[in-house]
């Protein structure tokens, strides 16, 4: 409305204008009348037998009829100022104020779809991080499950091959001892058998003591 201003002011001194230069033609014509429009109407009248009436000549000027001309565009205008121009103005005051309230409530909407789509794009680029990073993380976990697995799994095989094993070994060296107890009783008992008279108890003991050890000794554990 700021730039229509001006040329309201304008509109109205022009108006004005023409209104004091017509009102002054007029006023000039009436005091002064043309030669050729003067003798027109006098030979009108004396035609008719009427007496001439004055000819308004517009390029006379007449103080009176330009200042009431004045007075009555003065209070037109005033009137036309309170009940138009007034009207008017804040019609186009209250649009441009309107047009800019939208212009600002659009820009406002803009920066906030802006913020909105900066932020949701801002959380999809960390819910992808976190997505990342917890697949990272199972990834991780994964592999030292497989490994503790394996490591569990390793240390158990080990562990009963060790004892079955030892079991063997054990089971081996008791069944040797054992055999060579036997072997050693057989051949105690044989040899007392042959020899019954000349052992004593004492000396068939110490000779199954001694072919035990021996036998002992001689066993796969022991190599």
Known sequence: MSALQPFVRWLMLGCMLVAVTGAASLAIGAEHPSDEAASAASHEATTHGEAPE?????????????????????????????????????????????????????????EEAKGLLAAHEARLATAK????????????????????????????????????VRDIEQARDSAVRT??????????????????????????????????TKLANTSPSNN
């Open 54 to 110: 004055p000819v308004l000549n517009p390029l006379v000027f007449d103080p009176d009829l330009a200042i009431y001309t004045a007075i009555i565009f003065a209070v037109l205008l005033a009137v036309l100022w309170k009940f138009a121009w007034g009207p008017i103005t804040e019609a186009l005051d209250a649009r441009e104020k309107a047009v800019a309230d939208n212009i600002a409530a659009a820009e406002a909407k803009h």
């Open 179 to 212: 055999l060579a107890e036997t072997s050693a009783n057989l051949a105690v008992d044989l040899a007392g058998k042959v020899i019954a008279q000349n052992l004593s108890t004492d000396q068939q003991a110490e000779l199954v003591r001694e072919a035990t």
């Open 129 to 164: 991080e976190e997505v990342r990073e917890m697949l990272e993380e199972a990834r991780r976990d994964a592999e030292a499950t497989k490994s503790q697995i394996l490591s569990e799994a390793e240390a158990a095989a080990k562990s009963r091959h060790d004892r079955a």
